[in-house]
């Protein structure tokens, strides 16, 4: 059984040499013209890649054997220009993209990786010009239509941008990150049902796509499902942890708490007594005692109150008690309104608020 | 993942999707690196068997033959297909291998026999196997270095049909059929990989065409296993064997 390391041998005979692979003038058998015609058929093909070849003509029996090793490291200069991509050296990439497609300007390939360069500064023409030229040469390649419909979506087309994302998921139906765009400008185009669906296609076969994830759960939010994507968010903060993808996902939960405390009544009346009784603690508290509070609940909101949930208990440093998430979030709107008036913290209790100043100031 | 949690992964997926165990097992005597027998009414296990040889890739192969066999138990019972040769297909083999005159009479049976299986084993393996390998190769990148270390020694052991000694045995319709489909899975490798090393032996001996074409039937026919019969049966009649072999429910 062979190695990997064994290099590449093969042996032809002159006469099963296609003549279509020559140049019209060397396809006699044996003759100078056709030893270099071949010669230099298999310089074009194996100069890109690297390594040593080694070519024998074998006058006795009229055969032609190649062996081709590869070097150890070579790299060829679309790898390279690859590398410098994930080293964040785009001058480097571009610039050797740019050689190699001017040398073999029908690689789509190449001409792939320089449109998505383009595509992520934001070139979007030159982008979509060499995308569209790659997709001609590959028509079924689906990254080259998904790109297309990422540059066309970046351009403000969604209509567009929709109709190519579909026909990339005809072509791939099992292409995660065309499902992912695809669902991406349909919920921005606000048809969030169907955005989920692509979304959920898109874990189906790509289940740690923390931008899917991300997106099923905004889709599910747009659409009212509220609960479900609680918990998708939910999921994603533990996973994603304080990368800009956990914070919306915090942001996406407060936005949910916040509907689902409305959703339960116009006023709450738990509400009302959280901050009346925070406006009657804090008579006894300085101005800097409310803000270290404030602060104290702010910071572990961070990692996400569950606010519809009683039974949960949390403690505080800057204050002894267990309190309910709802408890807090009152607390820490009261002590804003008396510290920081104006300060946005995430949850609307204006009304619940001016009733217990009313009632605090009525005493 | 790594390769071990993405082999550990292909393992369970099969078992819950056929409900039985699979059992991995060293055989020194496989002719291949690695085999998977599907669990029947007689045999309650899958048994996944991988040579010796085997062990530096054998996440890679784990996770190839489960994918091999997850294709079968998705598709519907009535489309879980053989290619089988029968008696008749020995017999047109062997004509084709006489008139040749290339192998001496005591040979031709046997000769013509293993040349009759293995192009039939082939035509079953290679357009399917293809589709897994591209599966893997999106869906694993940590399982590339030894996918590709197993492809590029299957392709240098496939270029040496092109050597003129075989040629000059085999009758024209098995050897054209074996080299298209060496050239389309060099040429499969190729476009993963952007680089075509192992395609140029084809393409200088004429080939490469050939290989496009049956390529370009798996974009063409839909991917789902349903599929997989009609995708063999196509590149059997594109490389004209289609009247060959049978191929058609299993058991047939």
Not at chain 1, 234 to 254: D, M, S
Not at chain 2, 58 to 73: D, G, H, M, T
Not at chain 2, 214 to 229: A, G, N
């Amino acid at each position: 059984m062979m190695s990997p390391d064994d290099p590449l041998v093969f042996t032809l005979a002159w006469d099963d040499i296609a003549p279509t692979s020559l140049p019209e003038d060397a396809r006699q058998p044996g003759g100078e013209a056709f030893r270099v015609a071949v010669i230099r058929f298999l310089q074009k093909q194996y100069e890109p890649l690297g390594g040593k070849a080694r070519i024998i003509f074998n006058d006795a029996d009229r055969t032609l054997t190649v062996h081709w090793a590869k070097r150890d490291g070579f790299q060829s200069v679309l790898e390279k220009a690859q590398e410098a991509l994930s080293l964040g050296d785009r001058s480097v990439a571009i610039s050797l993209l740019k050689a190699l497609i001017a040398r073999t300007p029908d690689n789509p390939t190449q001409l792939y990786n320089l449109g998505m360069v383009y595509s992520d500064d934001g070139k979007l023409e030159l982008a979509e010009d060499l995308l569209r030229k790659a997709a001609a040469l590959d028509p079924r390649n689906a990254h080259i239509v998904v790109a297309i419909g990422v540059v066309r979506a970046r351009a403000g087309d969604l209509e567009s941008a929709i109709d190519t994302l579909r026909r990339a998921v005809e072509i791939e139906p099992e292409d995660p990150f065309a499902h992912q765009n695809l669902g991406a400008c349909l919920l921005k185009q606000g048809e969030a049902e169907s955005a989920a669906a692509h979304f959920r296609q898109s874990l189906r076969h790509s289940p740690d796509s923390l931008p899917s994830q991300l997106g099923l759960a905004q889709s599910l939010e747009s659409s009212g499902s509220l609960h479900e994507a609680d918990e998708v968010y939910q999921g994603l903060i533990k996973t994603a942890g304080h990368t800009p993808v956990g914070e919306w996902a915090k942001e996406g939960r407060t936005r949910i708490a916040h509907a689902l405390m409305r959703k339960a009544g116009s006023e709450r009346p738990d509400v009302l007594m959280y901050c009346l009784g925070a406006l009657e603690r804090f008579e006894e508290m300085t101005d800097e005692q409310i803000q270290t509070l404030g602060r104290e609940i702010a910071i572990l909101g961070m990692r996400g109150l569950d606010i519809n949930d009683p039974s949960q208990k949390y403690t505080l440093k800057s204050l002894p008690g267990d309190f309910s998430g709802m408890h807090l979030v009152s607390l820490m709107y009261t002590a804003f309104q008396r510290v920081a008036p104006g300060t946005d913290v995430g949850i609307d209790l204006s009304r619940e608020y001016a009733q217990a100043v009313a009632l605090f100031e009525a005493r | 993942m790594t390769p071990a949690q993405a082999q550990q992964h292909a393992l369970n997926e099969l078992e819950e999707l056929g409900g039985k165990p699979v059992v991995l097992q060293e055989d020194a005597s496989l002719p291949n690196l690695a085999r998977i027998q599907i669990a029947t009414a007689a045999r309650p296990v899958h048994i996944l068997s991988y040579s010796p040889k085997a062990a530096p890739e054998l996440a890679y192969l784990v996770c190839f033959q489960c994918e091999l066999a997850k294709r079968s138990l998705v598709a519907a019972p009535d489309e879980r297909f053989n290619v089988a040769s029968s008696a008749d297909t020995y017999r047109q083999v062997e004509k084709l291998v006489q008139q040749m005159k290339a192998v001496p009479a005591t040979m031709v049976g046997s000769y013509s026999r293993i040349i009759t299986d293995g192009l039939g084993t082939q035509l079953r393996s290679m357009p399917i196997g293809i589709r897994a390998d591209r599966d893997l190769f999106h869906a694993h990148p940590e399982l590339r270095d030894q996918q590709r270390a197993c492809a590029e020694r299957s392709m240098k052991e496939n270029v040496g049909c092109l050597h003129p000694n075989i040629r000059s045995q085999a009758p024209d319709l098995i050897f054209l059929a074996t080299v298209a489909m060496n050239a389309a899975f060099a040429l499969a490798w190729g476009r993963l990989w952007n680089e075509d090393a192992h395609a140029t032996p084809y393409r200088l001996a004429g080939f490469a065409e050939r290989g496009e074409q049956l390529l370009d039937m798996l974009d063409t026919i839909p991917k789902s296993p349903t599929h997989d019969r009609e995708l063999v049966s196509a590149w059997a009649q594109m490389l004209a064997i289609d009247r060959l072999y049978q191929i058609g429910p299993v058991g047939l």
